[in-house]
């Protein structure tokens, strides 16, 4: 399946943004989606993952209660609707899928999109 993840930019402290992630190539719907992040000098780590079905997602604790992860199987879409955003938030987001669901290790899933740049200035 190949990604195009979509929706990065400026925001200041407190902001909102919403990041796109769309699927082509195979059925989007048996695929279990996932965001990671990598700020500069950082190991990529987990964000946020969302069922192949959207009935069970699964948030990194530092976004839990900020960021939510929706999956729109018609449109081949997933998004992730990130609010209250913080400077540590800053980071090239990376949208992912697999068939396997659960793994927070990045090395683990098996397609990815381009990344797009989240800056959250104060």
């Known amino acids: 399946v190949q990604l195009q993840a979509s929706g990065g930019g400026l925001v200041q402290v407190g902001g909102s943004l919403r990041l796109s992630c769309v699927a082509s190539?195979?059925?989007?719907?048996?695929?279990?989606m996932a965001w990671f992040r990598q700020a500069p000098g950082k190991e990529r780590e987990f964000v946020a993952a969302?069922?192949?079905?959207?009935?069970?997602?699964d948030y990194a604790l530092s976004v839990k209660g900020r960021f939510t992860l929706s999956k729109d199987n018609a449109k081949n879409t997933v998004y992730l609707q990130m609010n209250s955003l913080k400077p540590e938030d800053t980071a090239v987001y990376y949208c992912a899928a697999d068939r396997t669901y659960g793994n927070k290790v990045a090395s683990t899933w098996g397609s990815w999109g381009q990344g797009t740049l989240v800056t959250v200035s104060s």
């Open positions: 969302i069922s192949w079905s959207g009935s069970t997602t």
């Open positions: 190539g195979r059925t989007f719907s048996n695929y279990h």
